[in-house]
């Protein structure tokens, strides 16, 4: 599945009438005239349409815009927050059954192989992301930070 935001929704939705008009490859200067009326800007458009071919829904390179045939559901969301918020919830899903497979028999990880794995694994969050995702199962009980003489630790509890 894929999410998007209303900014990105009006986009895509006019690159998909442009598509069957345009034959497939779509110039920008088309959609800025349609779109960069009022209060949307070229920059926003410019930004929706990276974000876009980064979700890999069309393809914006050299000024043009192709369209990619996609079987992924879309899913729209109101905002930007929005958007981050899921994607957050998804990614805490995904890290802690991560931490599942990484505790001992003691339910314990060391504070820098759950650092490591979360960092340079298949996730590859970054320090932010990666810090406030733990912070944010510590705070709903689902893992507890433990200094022990040998080093830090996390504790799974959930």
Do not use: W
């Amino acid at each position: 599945m894929i999410t998007i935001t209303r900014k990105e929704e009006v986009v895509l939705n006019q690159i998909k009438i442009f598509d069957v008009e345009y034959d497939g490859i779509i110039p920008m200067d088309s959609l800025k005239k349609e779109l960069c009326i009022g209060s949307f800007h070229e920059y926003d458009l410019v930004q929706v349409l990276n974000s876009l071919s980064n979700k890999k829904v069309i393809k914006f390179e050299d000024l043009n815009i192709r369209l990619l045939a996609s079987d992924k559901e879309i899913n729209t969301v109101n905002s930007k927050k929005d958007l981050e918020e899921l994607e957050l919830n998804i990614k805490e899903k995904e890290s802690f059954e991560l931490i599942k497979t990484l505790v001992d028999d003691k339910n314990l990880v060391s504070k820098y192989i759950l650092e490591g794995n979360l960092l340079y694994g298949d996730l590859k969050l970054t320090n932010f992301r990666m810090y406030h995702i733990i912070l944010s199962l510590e705070n709903k009980g689902l893992l507890k930070h433990i200094n022990k003489s040998d080093g830090e630790y996390y504790l799974l509890v959930g």
